[in-house]
């Protein structure tokens, strides 16, 4: 999309966390097609650089670090106020799956590791953000969670405790920050981007096979789900959980 092709400015501004590539990504490249401005982040600084430059550097700010540290929570916050005068909307992306075994030989440090990055700092951008505007001006949050927090994930249990241990965090945050703030949760399946390549990587067609509708998800179809959780069409939806998911579950149970 060039610049003569973009959407006017929306007035709105989202922060979205770990949004260097995958479904990051894909959620701000959504919000920048509506007219949103953006603030991203990542660990990586040059990946950063490169991802805002393709989402157009007019309309989105890159602050590189790591999601858990919170200086880097309040400098991603202070860019959203600073550079745009505003923080309508977050998404709370970035998350950390270090492990592949089972829970009885889980090291526990490594499962404080996964903690820390997937819920303790969503709840620290989430308060942040709250406190610089949402508390005196309302708007969304939406936290990306996994269909691993609503059923077994054998070999990821971590991630899976992670993820079900946001929906809960939604949960709380929805009641608290009601009625300004509309929280809510995505649920993905498996989604074609690096973090998950272990889950498909040379068996796409085998793994897509398990899904009614015939394929893997894609960072778009996520991007999306928020966009909808983040616009006037979902103004009377919060505290749930949507399950974004190609069908799997309808495979429940059967066999």
Known sequence: MTANERPELSGKVALVTGASRGIGYGIAEALVARGDRVVITGRGEEALKEAAERLGADRVIGVPGKAHDLAHQAAAVEAAMDGFGRL?????????????????????????????????????????????????????????????????????????????????????LAHEFAPLVRVNAIAPAVVKTKFAQALYEGREAEAAAAYPLGRLGVPEDIGGAAAFLTSAQSEWITGQTLVVDGGIFLNAGVG
Do not use: C
């Open 88 to 172: 309508d909307f977050l998404v709370n992306n970035a998350g950390t799956n270090p492990v592949f075994g089972p829970m009885a030989d889980l090291d526990l440090g490594v499962a404080r590791k996964v903690f820390e990055t997937n819920v303790i700092s969503a709840l620290g951008f989430a308060q942040r953000s709250w406190h610089a505007w949402q508390k005196d001006h309302g708007g969304a949050i939406v936290n990306i969670a996994s269909v691993a927090a609503v059923s077994a994930s054998p070999f990821i249990g971590a991630y899976g405790m992670s993820k079900a241990a946001m929906v809960n965090l939604t949960l709380q």
